[in-house]
């Protein structure tokens, strides 16, 4: 494998230094919960940075004490500014390292703040006398509310350039706010939508970075709504989730971090994070909601790798001993990119063709893919050099641009399918156990598909691979397509598989 990549490289591709301004991934996260607002690295906790509302002096005395339960820690204008709300009332712009009050105002039970056009903010107030409503304010005149306009339990505002309209979360359901004489003096709020919630009770919403939808948490489950086709879908990693206060997804890596409280706390110790998924302790903290912080900017190196058809683009600056395997590793996506689309189509649909392959000497486990970029653990690669496999599952996982929901199991199972049936077709195979099943996905469920293609249905990743990229897989489509369910298929499978196996044959 090694000689014909350095060959491809030589002959069909062309290394080049490009140095530009790259977004180094940000591991840092803002955390609030009760009277501190706090940035840690991710992985350590180490505290970076701190804010107390009860030790600002340049608060007024009497709203130093409205930020004993901070709620929302919102870094805004590349995070060197922080929105600060609490539901004991304080609300707050901070300039960030310096920590300086900008703005503030006091809200009855404030549980999210966003920054609207012409230096303005909107406050989503919750339950109590004086809340259920979304509050205006003017950044030069602090505690001086310019519109309001009710909202049953507000607690989530995100605005939306693109649209240029403002998305707020209520008790019951998702609204869609216009601005009105938004250059006068007297601006206002129109609402344009109402889309009733899933399940009662909206807590977190927050926008996905490059996606056209919103993530949402209620008290039983986590959404995500397409704000183009205006639709509700279950979170695949988090469906089932009930309490979860806030949630945030990197821009750059996709990682999700989020903050779930018990049926006995509003608050918790424990960040989780999806992609990949773990879990740390803050211990003494009480939590309640995670912001990732922007990526900080610096120069960066990388390589690029090109032919007519795909790009990768090679980050190895924070393991720059893996800079030959990475070029290896890049010339391998720039020429499987276009097998896969191929083996990988669907009508209407045009693959990406460009990845960055970014290798993270931090990193846990083996790699993932999210948003045309691979991470891969760079401790992983130095420890089996030889698994170019890895880099073409990943890869299998650009190109799929499947939406959620789908089942895991088979989209896993399909990139194991490229990965051992195509591109590694003669490496040894796993054995099975009787108590496999064909939703351990990965290589089990590779050969399973590819048992079904030779004794069922040639076609059968094709029309599988493009359902999931509708969003439209069923499982009734096993036996549309076979005529048998895929418990049916997978009794006939595990029985061929071990008359096979056996000593006799």
Avoid at 30 to 59: N, P, Q
Avoid at 260 to 285: C, M, R, Y
């Amino acid at each position: 494998m090694i000689p014909r990549l350095l060959a491809l490289a030589t002959l069909c591709s062309f290394l080049l230094p490009l140095k530009a301004q790259e977004h180094a991934a940000s591991s840092r996260l803002l955390l609030c919960g009760m009277g501190e607002v706090f940035e840690v690295e991710a992985g350590s906790l180490e505290k970076k940075w701190s804010w107390r509302g009860a030790e600002r002096e340049d608060l007024p005395e009497a709203m130093r004490s409205r930020f004993a339960t901070t709620d929302e820690c919102k870094p805004v204008e590349g995070g060197k500014k922080v929105l600060i709300s609490a539901s004991s009332g304080g609300c707050t712009l901070v300039e960030r390292p310096s920590g300086r009050v900008l703005w503030h105002a006091q809200v009855t039970n404030a549980h999210s703040l966003e920054l609207l056009p012409r230096d303005r903010v909107v406050v989503a107030s919750s339950l109590g006398k004086t809340g259920n409503r979304l509050v205006v304010f003017d950044l030069a005149r602090s505690n001086e509310p310019i519109f309001d306009t009710p909202l049953p339990s507000a607690h989530g505002v995100v605005w939306d350039e693109a649209r240029h309209c403002l998305w707020a979360l209520g008790f019951a359901e998702l609204r869609r706010y216009e601005l009105k004489d938004w250059d006068g003096d007297k601006p206002s709020l129109v609402q344009q939508a109402s889309h009733p919630l899933p399940d009662e009770d909206g807590h977190d919403l927050q926008a996905v970075p490059r996606s056209s939808d919103l993530i949402l948490s209620t008290h039983g489950h986590v959404f995500l709504f397409n704000r183009d086709q205006s639709a509700f879908r279950p979170h695949p990693e988090l469906r089932e989730t009930a309490l979860v206060k806030g949630v945030s997804i990197h821009p750059t890596t996709g990682r999700t971090a989020y903050i779930q409280a018990s049926d006995k706390a509003w608050w918790s110790s424990d960040i989780h994070f999806l992609k990949p998924a773990a879990q740390v302790t803050a211990n003494g903290e009480k939590l309640y909601k995670a912001r990732w912080l922007p990526q900080t900017i610096k120069q960066r190196t990388m390589t690029k790798i090109a032919s007519k058809e795909a790009v990768a683009l090679v980050d190895t600056n924070d393991a720059p001993d893996l800079k030959e395997w990475g070029n290896k590793a890049g010339t391998l996506c720039v020429e499987w990119f276009p097998k896969i689309a191929t083996l990988l189509p669907s009508e209407g649909f045009a693959a990406p063709k460009q990845v960055t392959l970014y290798f993270d000497p931090a990193m846990k486990g083996v790699a993932h893919a999210a948003n045309g970029r691979i991470t891969i653990s760079a401790a992983f690669v130095r420890s089996h050099p030889d698994d170019w496999g890895m880099i073409v599952h990943e890869l299998t996982h650009v190109v799929q641009s499947y939406p959620p929901g789908g089942p895991g199991w088979l989209v896993e199972g399909l990139a194991d399918y490229i990965r051992i049936v195509k591109f590694e077709p003669k490496a040894p195979r796993p054995k099975l156990t009787r108590l496999a099943s064909y939703k351990d996905a990965y290589k089990t469920t590779a050969m399973f598909l590819e048992w079904i293609e030779k004794q069922h249905a040639p076609d059968l990743v094709v029309k599988m691979n493009a359902a999931l990229r509708k969003g439209a897989y069923r499982d009734e489509m096993w036996k549309e397509i076979t005529g048998k369910t895929v418990d049916e298929l997978w009794g006939l499978f595990v029985a061929d598989f071990f008359q096979k196996s056996s000593p006799q044959n």
